[in-house]
């Protein structure tokens, strides 16, 4: 039998993993939501600050890479701060020809495993493209990504991504999206 001391301590790390959990689903959700096309953040007045928001949630040190057959050559690998967020500019703004209409991150079959002030994360994600030429298609990939906690704060130390598919969608999918997005609007 457990003493009330050690039932605490127990109950108190348990609680600690929940809740380094909980906030590595948040990271990971706000990162897909701000790579969102248009980007759902209320007052971002342009894909810079977007960019810089984004790059608010990973560590200095972190890696951004595509890896396996399809995504390895595609993507690449990206470290550091400075590289990762030239990875970024490739998506967005009048460096991108055709321009990115729509973009939506779905994510499934989530696995968060804490191990102190480390982590690592397991999803699959759905997300449709649709471009201002009317290409469109539809992407999906299993990402594996890794957490630090820094200063009480979790933040993205990798971000690593493998193709499941891509399959194109018809021509102009999409009848009706938004230019902007006003959900966040106070």
């Known amino acids: 039998m457990m003493t009330q001391d050690a039932t605490i301590a127990e109950l108190t790390k348990r609680i600690g993993a929940l809740e380094a959990e909980a906030e590595i689903r948040r990271v990971q959700a706000r ?3 701000l790579c969102d096309t248009p980007c759902p953040e209320f007052g971002v007045p342009d894909d810079a600050h977007r960019i810089d928001l984004i790059m608010e949630l990973y560590t200095e040190d ?5 890896v396996g057959e399809y995504y390895d050559g595609q993507f690449g690998r990206a470290e550091g701060h400075a590289a990762i ?8 703004g009048e460096k991108q020809d055709p321009a990115l209409l729509l973009n939506a991150h779905y994510l499934t079959s989530e696995q968060i495993h804490v191990e102190g002030d480390k982590a690592t994360g397991q999803w699959i994600h759905m997300q449709p493209w649709l471009f201002s030429d009317g290409q469109a298609l539809l992407r999906s990939s299993r ?7 820094i200063d009480g ?4 130390t990798r971000t690593r991504t493998e193709n499941v598919f891509v399959a194109p969608l018809p021509a102009n999918f999409a009848g009706s999206y938004p230019s902007a997005s006003v959900l966040m609007r106070p």
């Open 85 to 92: 967020r030239a990875h970024f500019e490739t998506f967005w």
């Open 153 to 156: 704060a979790w933040k993205i």
């Open 62 to 66: 972190a890696v951004w890479e595509g």
């Open 143 to 149: 990402l594996n990504n890794a957490f630090r906690r």
């Open 31 to 33: 990162y897909m939501f």
